[in-house]
């Protein structure tokens, strides 16, 4: 491929001319192996350490060794945020500046607007490779399904990796639309066939990373191993053991949880003291209200989930343990995120949105009788009820641009990180990754080579709040931003700009915050701070320009005609 000479030419130049960088004297000595962990869907308040009642000890556990950033940004949904993670560049310039299944007719076959990633961007895994790394992935791909758009075009040595962005976690391989109703895995650059008979998405895709770590273990080179779970995306699913994990917890309701995990919260320090969580949505009605059948219900699916939640860290733990007994644990560095808010959606009404014509083969596929929820076969998810305390405290949660689609939990733990359970309160950025690791291998950007056409990563590195020089890796001029689906927003400092459709459960106008005293973003600052909002909606016009945004309300959130 062009990319690949272009980025090897680039490469040989750097190593003639002595162009690498040096890494800073805090950040580890030599290259650490790197191990990079994003759970699918998971909300911010699910896991032990951010207020959850779900039993998650060996994420603990990381966080205790390490950092929790308690402001980290995401995109609101899968494909962005991934493209963001892998090359530090804004996703409407990564290729993904909508999700290749709902791009506007107005976006498509523009720039930025591929539906996978382009050839202006390059990966970490190619940068990593390319300095002598080994490069493993497993897990969700989502980025793009032709050969030379999959995990193995793009840096990685090894792979075993769902091209697709949802499908079963079963060996079955179902797909969730009648035009897709097999989803595609790839091994190391070959489409597979099957799947074992007992593979279980989790399970799997951990194995997949320690038979290659020990596969190469004695050749002394360093791995880079990116762990993208399905978990806990929906369907629902868990092995037979499992199934009945958290039975009875939660027949308090979704109302109780939320309260709960809010007092929790602060209790740890993840949220200020005065702080309140948005309100349940006015089209979900109160636990009480619910008869007995429907609470039952409710709490089934809510049980589920966190049982998925805790097989994966259960997984988690088993890697950390394979790291540990490998003499490879104090020489990785480990992080971990949920690459969006929790999801609300109904996965049968979701399908039905991208094809209308797609119910009737969604009802004759999936046997979603209650007793065989979370087994294969099934196609359920928990909804707006329980994605709501998943959300604690933020408004809304996945696809919108609303601090619950968009804050996500970080866990940053390893050699050269000088924390041991700190909490972090300052902006950090999906793009602030990649060049934390490269950073940390001391390998440049070509992107800051003469003449280089690869897109400049717009991150930047936290090493110098890791490694405790810093405490803030962005200034109160720095700015951030976001839109997808037509719904966009700038942050800034404590401030930030949103816009929601109305159909994503705002008005269609921009509505101003202050973060740092209304982090439920329920207070609308606009007719107090008017010079504020005309100064951040000039920072949106520079976003637009710089990323070439091009929007439309294509999209989950579009009205349609009855």
């Not at 290729?95 to 961007?121: D, F, H, K, S």
Request: charged share 25%.
């Amino acid at each position: 491929m062009p990319y690949l000479r272009a980025t090897a030419a680039i490469l040989a130049i750097i190593m003639t001319f002595g162009l690498s960088v040096c890494p800073a004297a805090d950040v580890p000595k030599g290259k650490p192996n790197i191990l990079l962990i994003v759970a699918d869907d998971m909300g911010y308040s699910d896991l032990g350490c951010f207020g959850g009642e779900i039993s998650t000890p060996n994420l603990n556990a990381l966080a205790a060794r390490g950092l929790r950033a308690t402001d980290f940004y995401v995109a609101p949904s899968c494909s962005p945020t991934r493209s963001m993670l892998l090359t530090g560049t804004d996703n409407h310039i990564a290729g993904i500046g909508n999700m290749a299944e709902w791009a506007g007719p107005t976006q498509q076959g523009q720039p930025g607007y591929e539906g996978y990633l382009n050839t202006r961007v390059v990966t970490v895994a190619s940068l990593l490779r390319d300095a002598g790394y080994h490069t493993y992935m497993a897990g969700k791909w989502h980025l793009g399904e032709k050969p030379d758009q999959w995990p193995a075009a793009r840096g990685f040595e090894r792979d075993l990796s769902l091209l697709q962005g949802a499908g079963s976690h079963w060996s079955d391989m179902l797909g969730l639309l009648p035009s897709e109703p097999k989803v595609t895995y790839t091994r190391n650059g070959e489409r597979v066939k099957e799947l074992p008979a007992d593979y279980y998405s989790s399970k799997g895709l951990t194995d997949f990373i320690i038979q290659n770590i020990d596969e190469n273990r004695q050749d002394g080179k360093p791995f880079f191993a990116y762990l993208a779970y399905q978990a806990p995306h929906g369907p629902l699913a868990v092995p037979d053991d499992w199934l009945d994990k958290y039975k009875g917890r939660y027949g308090e309701g979704y109302d109780a949880v939320r309260a709960e995990r809010l007092d929790r919260q602060k209790k740890l320090g993840i949220t200020g003291q005065d702080a309140v969580t948005f309100p349940r949505l006015p089209n979900i009605p109160a636990w009480d209200k619910l008869t007995d059948e429907q609470r039952r219900l409710a709490a089934r699916k809510m049980e589920l989930y966190a049982a998925m939640i805790e097989f994966m860290d259960d997984q988690i733990g088993r890697l950390i343990d394979h790291l540990q007994k490998a003499g490879k644990y104090d020489s990785t560095l480990i992080v971990f995120f949920s690459d969006n808010g929790a999801a609300g959606e109904d996965m049968g009404e979701l399908v039905t949105k991208l094809a209308p014509e797609a119910k009737d083969w969604f009802d004759k596929t999936f046997d979603n009788r209650p007793e065989n929820w979370g087994r294969p076969g099934s196609c359920i998810e928990y909804g707006p009820a329980w994605a709501q305390a998943s959300s604690v405290p933020f408004r809304l949660y996945k696809g919108v641009v609303a601090e619950g689609g968009i804050r996500a939990p970080l866990i940053v733990s390893g050699p050269g990180v000088q924390h041991r359970g700190a909490i972090d309160h300052s902006v950090l950025h999906v793009m602030d990754i990649l060049p934390t690791f490269l950073e940390s291998a001391g390998v440049e950007h070509p992107a800051k080579l003469p003449g280089s056409k690869v897109a400049l990563p717009q991150g930047k590195s936290m090493w110098p709040l890791l490694a405790g020089r810093e405490r803030e890796i962005r200034t109160d001029g720095d700015w951030l931003g976001w839109e997808l689906f037509g719904n966009r927003a700038i942050r800034q400092g404590d401030w930030k700009l949103l816009c929601l459709l109305e159909g994503a459960g705002g008005t269609g106008d921009w509505e101003l915050f202050n973060l740092k005293d209304d982090p439920a973003e329920m207070h609308d600052l606009s007719a107090t701070h008017p010079e504020k909002r005309e100064a951040m909606l000039k920072l949106w016009d520079e976003y637009v320009k710089t990323n070439n945004v091009i929007l439309s309300d294509a999209g989950p959130f579009a009205k349609r005609e009855p």
